[in-house]
Each structure stands twice: as structure tokens, then as C-alpha cells.
């Protein structure tokens, strides 16, 4: 396979892995601190991106701005999503397959708003507009400012997560949640509001996600719900636990999906067709074979267990 | 406006009931009863689909006298053209080829559910299992869309007949069509109605309840709910035949998540655990499912700029929400069983 293949797929892979760990941290914390496997967080990411594409269409050109902007959305939409649907069910002790139901079908009604939306004002696959600039070129490789963002921006934030959940009353709380909430109501933590922020706090990451996403491909009503099986794939590879293990996770995945694949298709004629399927198989082999996932690489005493 | 045929609307609506109700009862076997979280509704459904996509391609001219066009790439045409004018002329290759598709979707089908049960053995949490299911469905269909030259991709069949194509008259194929779908959905119910009352069907309730307390009882578990997968498998694969047949085209795009949605909505609908709700969860689909097509056209028609053709998929994640919400046991909820040693119970209890 030639080398310049080879190092465009790394950088995909970063590029990819980043944002996959930033999304996949979030379903992680759901699953941790709420108990929820959130189908709906593909749309969060989705609307992001939309709020990030209407502000720039607006001609805004400061990626912070934008991303802010998709911070916001995406917060609010899972705030939202939270009181309304979530939590009245949550209250009620229903089966874990209602609420995985429940957020198929908040997924579902986010999605095609968006499909509305898009399609009365003209959005499909459209790019969230910031100058284009080249600012590395050796050879075949081509860096844009647009990795310039992608990357560092979500290995910013994967970073800053974890601090906050390992540095600050807000992510004590949450671990607590996470550990045994009974014992955390006990203690005094105000478990409701410790909810609230963790859904903010995974809506808006899932929005600048989005963000970022838009920003290297196009826009579309979809892009959230074709990437969230690879999402899973990361987290489920975390053990839907570990966060140190769902970064790692994100990556891997990114890896099997860019350079793996390249890589069987040069030396084994795999059609690209294929690629979908690659964190489908991480996610069977890795739920029959080994459903801890990578957590037992790191030391766990500051994940959230359970 | 547009003009709105009424029977024929009627026999589009009662075929897609038909259809739908397979797949319903085919779930609510599953999940209602056996409590299994069948998230891959859709692998199954579109077993009965792919197979019907290749007994059309390779079995229908062999059993016409003909040889055996290539569907895919330069021949597609010439294939189509062959395959219509088979299903046109000659109902009894038509006949004994949907026989065929019946029993080899029935087979593969029954197959893979057999051998999916066998997963949840293997898995550490239960809800593992719903995922296994979704992203099953989701490897075959890229596995089969890949595969290019097995039902050609993304152009996919086309010409996939409905047996009764070789009437002259289009109403009168239509309405037996109908009734083979009636018939079918009517067959699975009676067998799942006969099976629910059934000792067999008590302890599915069981296992659903409660798994150790069923097990402590003596009963073989994970052969029960294998053989309830096969059973379910089975019928929707039969559902996934019809669907393929009325839609007249088989395309791995059509047999996404989305579809495992539209059934769980109508057994949530309905009432979870319930035969007749699955029927009357399909029935409600059906009939929304035509007047939010119907409301589309009108909308575009009359200039509107929104888009109605989504406000389907909006319209049944709100109904999923409410219900789950508001009546999570469905309109018709279930009743609880009862035997013969119920009623002579009830009978000297004196109430």
C-alpha cells in the first residue's frame, strides 16, 4: 500500500478517532451517570452541526463562535429531551428497553425536524463555511486548517472532560451517580441537578461535535445517525464504563475503519463497500468475547464504575 | 386536489395490514410474550425479501423453461424483461416459484433465529442482545449490498410480481393478492393465538417474568426461547416475502432500522403481549401510514414548502413516546391467561 495512502489514513484516523471519542464519551456518560443507552445522541450531534451550518450561513466565520453556537443547541436539545421524555419515565422504573425505545423514537422526531428543516431552506450537504487554507503540504499530504481544528479541538475537550470529571465537585458528583445513586442521594448530592449538568454537558460536547464534523464533510440530516454505531463501537469498547478505555476505543475504531480497511482493500481486494460494517463486527465480537472492553488496561479506581 | 380512489386505497391499506401484521405478530411473539428485545426485526423481514429477490432471478426462468439471465450489470433489462413476461404468462411457474420463496425464507430465517438465541447465552447483559440484534440486521444488509452480483447492490430487483400479476384486470390482482396476505396474517394468528394458550406459551410468559423462577421450575429455557426466535423468524421472513412483493422491488435500503421502529410501534400500539393488539397496531399503521401519503401529496400539491413526506417518521416517534409514557400497556393490553383450573377455581372461590 503506498506510503502517502498510509499517512493520509493516519490522519484520518486522528481526525475521525478525535471526534469519535468526543461522541463516544458521551454516550459513555449516559449510560454511566443515567443509565441510559442513548440512541438520540446521534441527533445531538446532528444539530449541532445545523446550528453550527445556520450560524455560518449568517456569515459568521469564527470557528468559536460557530462552536459555541452548536454548544448551545445541542445542549439545550438534550436538556430538553431529558425533562420531557426521559426523566417522567425514568420516575415510572420502567424497563431498560423503553428507554432505549424512547430515545430511538426522540432520535427518530429529531431527525426528520431536521429533514424538514433542511429541506425547506435548501441545507442538504452543505459545508459549514470557514476559509479554506492550506497550512502543510509534503508531497501527497495535504493538512487544511480544517484539521487544524478538528483534532486538537476535540483532543481538548475529550482532555478537558476528563479533568472535570476527575477534578471537580461537578465530576465527583457524577462518578457518585455514576457508583450507586441511592447511596448518592443518601449522602446529599443533589442527584436531579448532578442530571441536569451531565445531560448539558453531553448535549453540548455532542454539538460541537457536530460542529467539527460539518466542518470537514458536508451537513446532512443523517450524519449523525450513520456515525452513531461506530460511536458505540467505541464506547461498548470502553466497556460503556472506562473513560481512558473509550478514547482508546474511539480510536481503534477510527483506525479499523480508515486504515485497516485501506489496507485490506490494497492487499485483499475487500470492496470499500465493506467499511460500514467494521465497528458492527467490533461491537458482536466485542459484546460475545470480551464485554469489559479495554477497562481492565487501566486503572479503574477514577472511571465510572458501577 | 387530488382524486382519491376509495377501493382501491381500501385494498392497498387491508394488503399493507396483511403484511404488517406478520410482522407484528412475528415481534410480539418475541418480545411480548418471550420477552426477547428483537431490535433486528428488520434482518428478518428482510430475509424473506433477499430471498425472494434471488428465487425470482435464478429459480422463476428455471422453472418457466428458460434459462437463467444475470440480473445484475449488462442484462438487467433483458432479466426484468424475461421475469415479467414470465409472471405474466405463466402463473403456475409463478405459483410454484413463490412456493419456494416461502419455504426457503422460512428455512434461512428459521435458521438464524435458531442460532441467535444461542447469542444471548453468551452475553453479559440482556439488553446486549437489542444491540446485537440492530447491528446484525444492519452487517447483512451491507454484506448483501455489497455483494454485487446477488441482488445487484443499490440498483437492486426490480420485477419482483405479485403471483396474481397475470390477470388482465389490475383490481381483481390486487384484491387476491390482498387475501393471500389476509389469509397469511390471519394463519400466523389463529398459530400464535393456539400457542400463547398453550402450556408452552405459559412458560414463554414465565421466562418473560422471570428467568431463575422459570428455570427453578424445571423448564429448558434457552431451547424455549430458541424455538420461539424460530418461530417468530419464520414469520416475519414470510412478512419480508410480501413486502418485497407488494412494493414489486428488493433493495437493501429498505430494510433499515427504520423498519424495526415501524413494528415496534405498532406492537407498542397495540398492546405488548397481544395478539390482537399486534393486529391492531398494524391496522393503525397501515391506515396512517396511506394518510400521511395521501396528506403528503395533497400538501406538495397545494404549494406548500414544508415537506410533508417526513412528518410520518415525526408523527410515529411522538405516538412511541406517548404510549410508552401515557399507556405502556398498549390499547388492547393483555389479559392475564387463564386455564380450565382458573375457572373451576373462580367457580368455588364463588367470585
Known sequence: MP????????VNTIQIGSLYALMALGITLTFSVIRLPNFAHAEYVTVGAFAALIVSLSGEVNPIVIMAAAFVVGALVALVSHLVVFKPLEGRNVSLYTLI???????????????????????????????????????????????????????????????????????????????????????????????????????????????????????????????????????????????????????????????????LNFNFGVDLAYKPAIPFFIIIVVLLIRPQGFTELFNRSRDLQR | MINIDIGATAVAVLTLFGIYSLMAISLNLEYGVAGVPNFGQALFVSIGAYVAGLTYTRLLPLLAGEGVIHPCRGTMGQALQLRSEIMATQPVAGFINLGFTFLFAAVVAGLVGFAVSYVTL????????????????????????????????????????????????????????MSLALVLAALAYFYSQRLVHSPFGRMLKGLRENEDVTRSLGKGISLARAQIMLIGSVIA???????????????????????????????????????????????????????????????????????????????????????????????????????????????????
Open chain 1, 101 to 263: 425505545l424512547s430515545s430511538f423514537a426522540v432520535g427518530l422526531i429529531l431527525r426528520y425536524i431536521l429533514f424538514m428543516i433542511a429541506d425547506s431552506f435548501n441545507l442538504f450537504d452543505t459545508r459549514i463555511r470557514i476559509p479554506l487554507q492550506i497550512i502543510y503540504r509534503e508531497g501527497a499530504l495535504i493538512l487544511t486548517n480544517v484539521f487544524a481544528w478538528v483534532a486538537p479541538t476535540s483532543i481538548a475537550l475529550v482532555l478537558l472532560l476528563t479533568l472535570l470529571l476527575n477534578g471537580t465537585p461537578l465530576g465527583r458528583e457524577m462518578r457518585a451517580l455514576a457508583n450507586n445513586i441511592s447511596l448518592a442521594r443518601v449522602i446529599g448530592i443533589p442527584v436531579e441537578r448532578v442530571k441536569n449538568y451531565t445531560w448539558i454537558l453531553v448535549g453540548g460536547l455532542a454539538g460541537v461535535a457536530g460542529a467539527l464534523w460539518g466542518l470537514q464533510t458536508a451537513v446532512s440530516p443523517l450524519m449523525g445517525w450513520v456515525a452513531i454505531l461506530s460511536v458505540f463501537a467505541a464506547a461498548i469498547l470502553g466497556g460503556l464504563s472506562s473513560f481512558s478505555g473509550t478514547i482508546l476505543g474511539a480510536y481503534v475504531v477510527a483506525f479499523s475503519e480508515n486504515t485497516v480497511m485501506l489496507f
Open chain 2, 122 to 177: 453468551r452475553l453479559k447483559e440482556e439488553w446486549f442482545l437489542a444491540l446485537v440484534l440492530l447491528v446484525g440486521g444492519e452487517i447483512v444488509r451491507i454484506v448483501v449490498r455489497g455483494a454485487d452480483d446477488l441482488i445487484c447492490s443499490h440498483n437492486g430487483i426490480s420485477g419482483v410480481a405479485q403471483p396474481f400479476y397475470f390477470l388482465d384486470d389490475p383490481r381483481a390482482s390486487a384484491v387476491l393478492f
Open chain 1, 3 to 10: 506510503t502517502a495512502l498510509l499517512v493520509t489514513s493516519v
Open chain 2, 237 to 351: 421472513a414470510a412478512g419480508g416475502v410480501l413486502f418485497a412483493l407488494n412494493t414489486g422491488f428488493v433493495n437493501t435500503n429498505d430494510y433499515v432500522v427504520t423498519l424495526t421502529l415501524d413494528v415496534w410501534v405498532m406492537v407498542v400500539l397495540g398492546g405488548v403481549g397481544n395478539n390482537r393488539g399486534a393486529l391492531l397496531g398494524a391496522l393503525l399503521i397501515a391506515i396512517m401510514d396511506r394518510i400521511t401519503q395521501i396528506a403528503a401529496i395533497a400538501l406538495n400539491m397545494s404549494g406548500s414548502p414544508i415537506e410533508f413526506n417526513y412528518a410520518r417518521f415525526i408523527l410515529f416517534g411522538v405516538i412511541l413516546l406517548l404510549m410508552l409514557r401515557y399507556r405502556p400497556q398498549g390499547l388492547l393490553p393483555e389479559s392475564p391467561l387463564t386455564t380450565d383450573a382458573h375457572e373451576i377455581l373462580r367457580r368455588v372461590r364463588g367470585r
